[in-house]
């Protein structure tokens, strides 16, 4: 595992990439209703993303052929991932997805600015939605931050996972294994690779310098996922609620910074 630890100023240059990530979630916010499509969500985001000079890097991202009997992927049509209710994530952007009142979105976004990336992801409630689906938000978004709290120099990416995993299944829910978060820097996806389960002390020793993602994917029922035919959406496997929060931070010598505030 080749982690690239970050200096002070390209900290600063994630920052920026950050901020832009952060400020596209408020432009949205206003959209985020009843009777609007979640491609119509993906224009605004775009074009505002663009309009900073910037690059939405999920577009056409992840495109891999067939080989060995792997059906391979496509490259990834949004700006955003917008995964409404059982959708854990990877959602695809469409004319034919408008929401409802009562549905919960996970919008993921990707910039690329100045030659650094930016990568966030936070879940919006659709109206009026039900105690149970804010039950699930507000478990999730505290999941991202217990992990958060747990990302100082010299605790394991094992800690991360422990608080995680313990503090949704002590709810009721569930944690996605397959999917993990993960280094940015230049690239979209670096080395570590941070599971949001796990035991406290194991695995990689964190150091300061590194910048990483914490993204857990909380479920309201069983853990499984299945992908969908287009080879990106990833729905829960017995069709309940999923919610998700990511940060990117970055690690100092004392509590982490995060990098995607507005």
Same mark, same amino acid.
């Given at each position: ?6 200096? +002070?100023? %390209? ?6 990439? $950050? +901020?832009?990530?952060?400020? &596209?979630? *408020?432009? @949205? ?8 499509? &979640?491609? !119509? ?20 991202? $992840? ?14 049509? #949004? &700006? ?29 976004? #990707? ?19 039900? %105690? ?13 931050? @217990?992990?958060? !709290? ?27 294994? *397959? ?13 570590? @690779? ?10 990689? +020793? ?8 914490? %993204? ?9 996922? +299945? ?18 929060? %990511?940060? &990117? @931070?970055?690690?100092?010598? #004392?509590?982490? *910074? ?5």
């Amino acid at each position: 595992m080749a982690v690239m630890l970050k200096s +002070r100023s %390209e900290i600063a240059k994630l920052r920026e990439a $950050g +901020r832009l990530v952060a400020e &596209t979630f *408020e432009v @949205l916010r206003p959209y985020v209703k009843p009777g609007v499509s &979640t491609a !119509e969500l993906d224009q605004i985001a775009e074009d505002y993303i663009r309009s900073k000079g910037a690059t939405p890097i999920y577009k056409g991202y $992840g495109a891999r052929p067939a080989r060995d009997g792997h059906p391979g992927t496509p490259p990834f049509p #949004g &700006t955003i991932c917008a995964s409404v209710n059982e959708v854990v994530c990877h959602g695809i952007p469409s004319k034919k997805a408008i929401l409802k009142d009562g549905d919960i979105i996970g919008v993921d976004i #990707g910039v690329l600015y100045n030659g650094w990336v930016g990568d966030s992801c936070t879940t919006y409630p659709v109206g009026t939605i039900s %105690e149970e689906a804010q039950r699930l938000l507000d478990v999730a978004k505290r999941c991202m931050e @217990l992990g958060i !709290e747990q990302a100082r120099p010299n605790n394991r990416l094992g800690d991360i996972g422990a608080a995680i995993q313990s503090y949704a299944e002590s709810h009721g829910y569930t944690t996605v294994h *397959e999917l993990t978060g993960h280094g940015v820097g230049r690239s979209l996806h670096e080395d570590p @690779l941070v599971p949001h389960y796990g035991r406290p002390g194991t695995g990689l +020793r964190i150091r300061q310098g590194m910048v990483f993602t914490i %993204e857990p994917m909380i479920n309201q029922g069983v853990a499984a996922v +299945r992908m969908l035919a287009d080879r990106w959406t990833i729905c829960t496997a017995d069709g309940k609620l999923s919610a998700q929060y %990511e940060h &990117t @931070l970055a690690v100092t010598d #004392g509590a982490p *910074e995060l990098l995607t505030l507005p």
